[in-house]
């Protein structure tokens, strides 16, 4: 069975984000590649830090961490705070490369490694690389214990540095407050890493994700739109040809995805829905969708730039969010009623107790509720109080331990 996942989709409007980001380090800035990362503080930053290309993967950017005498480890403490209670059920990505091991003999497995400052885990990947095996692409599960064992997938396992009692890792995790990396292998030191693109994401099977950016000619009266694949692989080989992405453009006409980024033209005003496919071979490994609709202004704009991306172009395309998980046609919760006014009750069934989040996110990307329950199996609902919101389109964000699925909400005063 193809497993279809809706993942974090956002629709950029201009300056309008109507999603919050998850964090990304792809390092691939012109200036301050290294974004919120640093040395740790003395005496364990001791690494030289550089940054190189193109990671086979994507062909990015990458940063060079090289070993030096004493603790040598690099750190985020800005980026990936609170991870389990903003990304439970996601996961953490990083790209691997193994340049130099200071000929340790030792089989490496690549390791990252999180932090609270009281407590720290490390996730330790299966996979064993050696210098100049090529990258590998690592997903550590952002998860709590569970019966008392650590979380685990089939790319490695976390492991708890500072503690036996996984109740430590669980509260580390909510509350996590530094990301570390470091290239240390031996006690000598020629040992250089790379790492590339450490990101919180969905964990299917889909590698990559999309945003969708649309503006509007007032000149032509056409809506263009143009999808991003963010971090996609390119690489190909004899014997591994790598994913490929197939993009449908909801009104009959698909295109390759062009790296990086594929433009598309409408002509005519309405709702479509454009759907990326990640396929591997001639199998699909996964599908993500998003429906936008545009209505062209009935006044034609004075200006003669043909393209808005300001707020304004509000009053030209109306935007409606309409996020969606193509599941076989099946809903993952349903939201009763709809449109609400002082409350809305979102019903799920669940396979088995988890922690189960709620967001609502408004459309300017801003989250005005966001709630965390822990539920058992079997059908489930969670009541939102609404009262305070605002009149209008929101949409309401479930993230269950696999899967993120969305859907939207009329709120109606
Ligand atoms: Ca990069």
Redesign the pocket.
């Given at each position: 069975m193809v497993r279809i996942y809706f993942l974090a989709i956002y629709l950029l409007l201009g300056c309008l984000a109507l999603n919050a980001q998850a964090p990304c380090s792809?390092?691939?800035a012109s200036s301050n590649s290294g974004g919120n990362w640093g040395p740790s503080p003395a005496p364990n930053g001791n690494v030289s830090v550089n940054f190189g290309s193109a990671?086979t993967l994507?062909g990015?950017?990458?940063l060079i961490l090289g070993d030096q005498s004493g603790g040598s480890w690099y750190q985020n403490s800005t980026d990936y705070r609170d991870l389990g209670k903003r990304f439970l059920g996601q996961c953490l990505f990083f790209d691997v490369y193994l340049k130099n091991d200071s000929d340790s003999g030792q089989p490496y497995h690549p390791f990252i490694t999180i932090s609270n400052g009281v407590h720290n885990a490390t996730f330790t990947a299966n996979v064993t690389i050696t210098p100049g095996s090529g990258w590998v692409r690592i997903k550590a599960p952002i998860q709590l214990s569970s019966s008392g064992i650590l979380p685990s997938n089939s790319d490695g396992s976390w492991v708890l540095n500072t503690s036996t009692n996984p109740a430590d890792f669980d509260n580390m995790m909510m509350t996590s407050t530094t990301l570390a990396i470091s290239p240390d292998i031996t006690s000598t030191q020629q040992e250089i890493i790379y790492f590339?693109?450490i990101c919180v994401k969905p964990c299917s099977d889909c590698t990559a994700d999309f945003t969708l950016d649309t503006s509007f000619s007032t000149v032509t009266n056409t809506a263009n739109a143009n999808v991003t694949i963010i971090n996609p692989i390119l690489y190909s080989t004899p014997g591994n040809p790598g994913p490929t992405y197939l993009i449908d453009w909801g009104d009959g006409s698909s295109s390759n995805f062009i790296y990086p980024t594929t433009p598309h033209t409408y002509s005519t005003a309405g709702t479509y829905t454009v759907c990326v496919s990640e396929n591997q071979g001639k199998s699909s490994k996964c599908k993500r969708c998003f429906t936008f609709c545009y209505r062209p202004s009935v006044i034609p704009s004075k200006e003669s730039s043909p393209v808005i991306k300001t707020p304004s172009t509000m009053s030209e395309i109306e935007t409606i969010i309409k996020e969606e998980i193509r599941n076989n046609e099946q809903k993952d919760f349903f939201l009763v009623p709809n449109p609400a006014n002082e409350y809305v009750e979102l019903q799920t069934t669940l396979a088995g107790r988890e922690v189960v989040s709620v967001r609502l996110i408004d459309v300017s990307g801003k989250v005005v509720l966001e709630k965390s329950e822990n539920l058992d199996s079997g059908r489930q609902s969670i009541k939102l109080n609404i009262e305070k919101m605002n009149q209008g389109t929101y949409v309401v964000e479930l993230k269950s331990k696999d899967k993120i699925s969305s859907q939207k909400l009329i709120v109606s005063k």
């Open positions: 792809d390092f691939n990671n994507d990015s950017q990458y590339d693109n």
